[in-house]
């Protein structure tokens, strides 16, 4: 195993390093707020939006997901993560406004459309253009970050996760309660300037599209941003590419060749195992995230400002942040900057919080709101280390985008079988939805443990500025 010894880098050079990153790691978490949105948008929607709906338009859009990351993968190792963050916020924020132009026209002016098809192709062409947007950030902080330095920022990516959720669950249901024609819970400040604004005043139509058209505008906004700040290697800003000790160190000036990009990822047993991880972390992060405030709503009957609906966005942010720092200094300082064991710790705890689970769904709602934010934790933390680190490890720069791709596409596949699988179950009754996730998280424990000692092997000593 290489030294542990830090990678020394200049104050300039980690000052304009952030600069890349922190713009590029916002937009990935407004591309969140387009994403998930959907499920904001199916509580508000009431009727016009059943479950089944949305387990429909969901899969289907994940799982164009998950397909599309084959296709952009190699293609933004070809190309560049700067060009693919770029072709995901603008092809996100299109798709969001053509979803908000759909809702706006069915609301006002009693346009019949089946929502269901509707949307099954509008939330795809936004899933597509959103699988971008991993790969990409990947992609480039492969070339600025060292392997020695890649757990902490696999937290950092588990962060910008969670941001994103935050933004997705509670920006966007504050969005819906300021623009419904009646007012149904007390509003802030902020939510009544929004009225104002807006012209919702006097209205006497819920204008959800609002939950479409906000991240819309906020993805244009930072692809200008993007446009004139990022650069895809720290040579590029005007510093040293450096060797950063990951499995194509020493290849960076080789020449892209699809096939071999391919061989190195589909022949790499760790990779694989990583991949059908991450199929398990699919089922598990979206069957807790999308499905429990659902649960709450229809099941328990809570009203939009009980505590867990109002914010459970802030919750799930505070989960994650919390999983994903866990996660990447435990890699980093305690495991000597190996993911699997990490991987393997959250998912025990995963595994004992879907066991909880089958006994509380009737308990008082802190119960079961503490157990599902704890599983959350894990999860994101878990996702933060395996597609948002272990990629860039063992990818290695050349092929980390494909490597990501690969294993993200696996993430949302398991996101595609559990929105299909959880929208009829949950229709029957509340009660298969713990049962259901348990042997993923079992899976994913077993899986997790094969590659607690992986680490990936550099071709040329490393070193720093």
């Known amino acids: 195993m290489p030294s542990r010894m830090p990678i020394q880098h200049s104050r300039e050079y980690r000052f304009r390093r952030t600069l890349n990153w922190l713009p590029m790691g916002l937009t990935y978490a407004f591309l969140y707020m387009g994403r998930y949105n959907l499920t904001v948008s199916k509580n508000a929607l009431g009727d016009l939006m059943t479950k089944e709906d949305f387990g429909i338009i969901f899969a ?24 693919a963050i770029l072709i995901a916020a ?3 924020a299109t798709m969001n406004i053509l979803m908000g132009l759909t809702i706006h026209h069915m609301l006002t002016q009693g346009m019949k459309m089946n929502l269901r098809l509707a949307f099954s192709l509008l939330y795809a062409g936004n899933m597509y253009f959103q699988s971008y947007g991993a790969v990409a950030i990947v992609k480039v902080n492969a070339s ?3 392997v020695r330095e890649r757990g902490i920022f696999g937290g950092i990516f588990g962060v910008l996760i969670s941001l994103g959720i ?6 966007g249901s504050a969005i819906v309660e300021a623009t419904r024609a009646t007012v149904t819970s007390h509003l802030n400040p902020v939510q009544q300037a929004l009225r104002t604004v807006l012209g919702v005043q006097g209205s006497t139509i819920d204008q959800t599209w609002w939950v479409f058209f906000a991240p819309a505008a906020l993805l ?20 040293e590419d450096f060797n950063t000790g990951d499995a194509s160190s020493g290849e960076a000036d ?26 398990c972390s699919g089922v598990m992060r979206n069957g807790i995230m999308h499905w429990y405030p659902i649960y709450i709503k229809e099941a328990l009957h809570y009203s939009p400002d009980q505590f867990m609906r109002a914010n459970w966005g802030l919750i799930l942010m505070l989960a994650g942040v919390t999983g994903g720092l866990f996660a990447g200094v435990l890699s980093d300082k305690v495991f000597g900057s190996r993911r699997g064991p990490v991987a393997a710790l959250l998912y025990g705890m995963m595994l004992a919080g ?5 006994f509380t769904l009737q308990a008082p709602w802190y119960i079961l709101g503490a157990i599902v934010a704890f599983m959350s934790l894990s999860v994101i933390g878990v996702h933060g ?13 050349r092929a980390a985008a494909t490597a990501v791709g690969m294993i993200d596409g696996f993430v949302y596949l398991g996101t595609g079988v559990q929105s299909f699988a959880l929208g009829f179950l949950t229709t029957a009754k509340w009660s298969y939805w713990p049962p259901f996730l348990l042997p993923f998280a079992v899976i994913g424990l077993v899986l997790s443990i094969r590659i607690w000692h992986a680490f990936p092997q550099p071709a040329k000593k490393t070193g720093g500025h």
């Not at 289907?60 to 060009?83: E, Q, S």
């Open 60 to 83: 289907v859009g994940t799982i164009t997901y998950a397909i599309a990351f084959l296709i952009n993968g190699p293609l933004t190792d070809r190309i560049g993560g700067k060009r």
């Open 90 to 92: 603008f092809g996100s």
């Open 144 to 146: 600025w970050f060292h």
């Open 166 to 171: 935050y933004f997705a669950f509670d920006w």
């Open 220 to 239: 244009f906004t930072f692809f200008i941003i993007e446009l004139f700040l990022l650069r895809d290697r720290p040579s590029q800003a005007g510093f």
């Open 254 to 279: 080789k020449p892209f060749r699809l096939g071999e990009i391919l061989k190195r990822v589909l022949t790499n047993r760790i990779i694989l195992t990583i991949a059908l991880i991450e199929f």
């Open 354 to 358: 879907v066991i909880a689970m089958n």
């Open 385 to 397: 280390m395996l597609s948002g680190t272990s990629t860039m490890d063992f990818g290695g720069q």
